[in-house]
């Protein structure tokens, strides 16, 4: 059986970035959405092991030592970190794993899984489109808006690291694009399943 691969989708907060992954969910059965574990508090409606597993800074830099995270980074001041053990546990059940992470993420699994991993950075048309939807949302302080777009400049700095440039002008376009890309990430092989492929089918 095909071992499973990686889809990574980045993008600023308020690109739209979890209504895409909804539309992958819906499509596909063999998927697993890596949950991320964070020290930030926990905001209205997000559920314990659903959103986020939330832990202390105590707790994270324990974990961090004891070698038990795939990639983690600070941003924003708080640490964001993902578990190994569910990803290759996915992986070997041959699962599509999504990773919602931000660029330093993209950046670790890159280097750990390469060959089979594929990557969409999401966003808006433009920054003024992203302070408007940050700012409908009402969720955050301005002084956070503010942060969050400075951020996010920084980061377009490094979408060109990324696979596909997907822009959320239109939403259920942008669903499209994002299921596309799954599909292609599904079909993504290591060099060893290549190998193994080949030598299954010369034998006929």
């Known amino acids: 059986m095909k071992k499973g691969s990686l889809l990574v989708i ?16 819906e499509r596909f059965s063999e998927v697993y959405f890596s949950i991320s574990t964070t020290t930030r ?9 659903r959103d986020y597993f939330f832990v202390s800074k105590e707790e994270f830099m324990q974990d961090v030592r004891n070698g038990l995270f795939l990639e983690w980074a600070e941003v924003h001041g708080n640490f964001y970190g993902t578990s190994l053990k569910p ?3 996915a ?4 699962k599509l794993v999504i990773f919602d992470i931000d660029v330093q ?3 670790s699994i890159r280097e750990r899984f390469d060959e089979i991993t594929t990557s969409v950075f999401v966003t808006t048309p433009d920054i003024g489109e992203l302070r408007r939807r940050l700012e409908k949302r009402g969720t955050d302080s ?13 980061e377009m700095q490094r979408a060109v690291e990324y696979d596909y440039l997907l822009i959320n002008s239109d939403l259920q376009k942008a669903r499209e694009g994002i299921v596309a890309i799954a599909h292609a990430a599904r079909l993504k092989y290591s060099k060893e ?9 010369s034998k006929g």
Request: cysteine-free; charged content about 25%; proline content about 4%.
């Open 10 to 25: 980045s993008g600023p907060s308020g690109a739209g970035k979890s209504s895409l992954i909804g539309a992958i969910l």
């Open 41 to 49: 508090p926990k905001r209205e409606g997000e559920v314990e092991g």
């Open 87 to 89: 990803v290759y546990e």
């Open 91 to 94: 992986l070997d059940a041959g």
């Open 105 to 107: 993420g993209h950046a």
């Open 142 to 154: 301005d002084q956070t808006i503010r942060r969050r777009l400075q951020n996010a400049l920084e």
């Open 193 to 201: 399943e290549f190998a193994q492929f080949l030598e299954n089918w």
